[in-house]
């Protein structure tokens, strides 16, 4: 009678056992799911908002190239056709396609068809040829961002005419230039060759990939010899049960994890106020970035040095190599592979880092591509952040593309570090 | 002469020492008995001149460079008339700015003053000299080290020895610039942060209920003081930090629980990847996702069950950051788990538990020390990240614990105190540092409590 009702029960409570089984299975399942819908939302957010920044909308216009409006003949000096009146002409041209804008607030958005930049490439142009001077000329020229927001479909024109950025007589001139095949849509080169704008549609990420480049590359200058000789030392030749050694170990597995705005703290007070190094350069940047990197190539490092088999260390030295010869022939060269990769991460996280060089003044608006590690720069990540807080519609899908070229170093430095750790892997 | 032209003629100078000293060598063994003759393998003589020729010089550029701003301007001061250096430190250190702008832009002309004028060209004198001076002597200490050098090398000179005592030496400097790293931090945070409890006391910093750090223009202004109660910055920091925890701690370790007990090879191939990825966006894709996407969506969805959430709400900076810190919980707790003996395991399973069962009851007590500790790793992470709250949480100090409410963070605050021109004798900047020191000290005491309860309380099993 007891053993059946014990074997009641058991059957009884598997139910439940399994049942609760399930459950906890389940929680796992819809926990990896939640990461995983999360960053999909998040990578097809990014791509579909920045994939329409990587066009961009041109105007042609015919251009009158008067000598009367520009107040300069074909054979006058560069300088004075340095300086003619090119926004004077485009101006003309485009009231003579637009015969009768009447108002102040309606001529100053017929001027504002076409970007300010407008002016400057005519001037290249005639530069170039002074001849064109009083012929009639055909010219591509950049849409003013409104206008290129419009044309990939980013204001709707059924809302009411308050509600939006382009009135309905912009609306017409747009209607009329579409049908006349003069606005088309081409690949944006200018994110990829200019520097930072205040126009959005001259806007480029040149400047912000430059200054990550000569930040990255004083980052990795310092970091790499200083991060792989202190781990060498620690692994290889410090002394067991040394108060020192210990106190440097703690303090690197400490700074590992120190916020990284403090490090610009840091920064600011000790690099730029005490030691003067100049503000918003690659050189502070990459200074504060390789203290930020340096125990993340250590830590890497001392786990690729340990796992070099002992045996060929002793190998060496008993045949009478010393133990500098021994680290730098043989334990270094087989602990490179895992040095590199750990140095390639830690590279690429310093790449995303944002918040302490907003402390040193990466963050001023720099518009000149910078030519040396001295120069005022900023860096892509920054970038980001400045362009995310820019008000204009044509900055948000700069953001996303901007975020999509950073996250493209991103993977191109961690595929290498994937590719590394697979090609030269061994074990022993 | 610039730095550049230094910096190369200083390598040409070691290399040139380098072949000196290896010729040098062998021409000393050929005298004695052939190479045997020799202490140490020809090329760690050519070192040691090196050696002899780069240290001393590399010591005096580096001395040099860094001090030279501070001494040309000192001086510079010095030549200034009386009435100028009479003037109180502020008024000094924009007349110093001046002139050296003045300089820098290559127009002395521009300036009316002519004291002004004459400091300028001073100034620019100074700057020449230096330059100069410092290329001359470099090159000259890097000349005579060379000399030195090449006199100590003979037969019987222990080279080898000599450069692997100086590599040594040159490891463990590396190593100490953890140390410095560290020094650095608390003495740039420390001082900045006591001359700000000079002007506002420590006792409101900590304890005060109100945080306005703009100071007026006009001295009848209203709140021209500036509030320094730093505690509705700490309340809204662990506001966000909690949500954020909630979210990263049990989704973290759900999911390395399933991916180590229960996924197969294939879905664990798919997964994994989604983790190091998540792990691998930075900080500030995440703050620009927050406020575009989240915090409207938070917004909406609240506006539709008829809430009222502010547009830079608590709660999605919170939500955002909780996604952000997922991996590092997962990775942590996973190296907590595996480091559980199989055998544990697999008794537990032997006698007929099942696999939650074996998980609930016997691997998470026995991993809890590294679970315990990497959560409060994941927790000084929380309060040390900045772009995110940057992008997606308020600038204004409200004090409250509702999470649909705009709330503002310690790092908020540093970010817009520094961020901007800076004024190093005002209060407002010095706020930064005071912040700092406390969100320095925090995460400091949070990670050595993790440490040490992964140390102390983990079951040694083996």
Redesign the interface.
Known sequence: MSTISSKQKIEASLKK??A??RR??L??????S???L??M??LF??IS?GLPAFQQTWINLDVTLSPALLGVDANADPEALFSAKYAKVIKASLKEMFPGVKGRKQKRALKNLVSNSAAWDLRDKVLENPKLIGTTQSFWFLAKDDIDVFMKGGIDRNLPESDRRIKDYQLEWIDKLIAEGRLEKRFNTTLFTAGDSREPEQAGMLGAIMGSFFTMLVTLLLSF???V??A???EE??PQNNRWVD??EI?????A??????????G???FI?F??VPRSTPLVGGLVLT?MT??TI?IASRAAIKSVPPSIKEAAIGLGA???QTLFHHTLPLAMPGILTGTIIGM?QA?????PL??IGM?AFVADVPGSIVDPATVM??Q??LW?DSPERAF?ER??AA?MI??GF?VIM?SAAIWLRKKFERRW | MPIQTILITLVALLLFGYFLGRKRALRVSDKAKGNRGLHSLPAYYGYMVAIWAGIPAVIILLLWTSFQTQIITSLTVASLPDIMQGQSTDQLGLTVNEIVNLAESGDISAEEDPAKQAAAQHYLRLKAISSQAKALVVVVAALIGMLIGLRLVKADTRARNKVETVIRWAMIGCAAVAILTTIGIVFSVLFEALRFFQSVSPFEFLFGLNWSPQTAIRADQVGSSGAFGAVPLFVGTLLISSIALLIAVPLGLMSAIFLSEYATARVRTIAKPVLEILAGIPTVVYGFFAALTVAPFIRNLGEAIGLNVASESALAAGLVMGIMLIPFVSSLSDDAISAVPRAMRDGSLGLGATRSETIKQVMIPAALPGIVGGILLAASRAIGETMIVVMAAGLSANLTINPLEAVTTVTVQIVTLLTGDQEFDNPKTLAAFALGLGLFVITLLLNIIALHVIRKYREQYE
């Open positions: 056992r399994y609760r089984e906890f299975r929680y796992g399942v819809v926990s990896i939640i990461s995983s999360f960053l939302v998040l957010t990014i908002k010899p200083i991060g000789a202190a060498a030392y620690l030749f410090a106190f440097i303090n690197i597995n400490n700074l994890a120190v916020p990284s705005i403090v490090f610009g703290l840091l600011l007070a000790v106020n030691f003067g203290l340096l125990p250590i010393s133990r500098v690429a790449l995303g880092e944002t918040a907003l402390m963050v990540p920054v980001v952040y995310s948000t953001t996303s975020i950073l996250l991103l961690n």
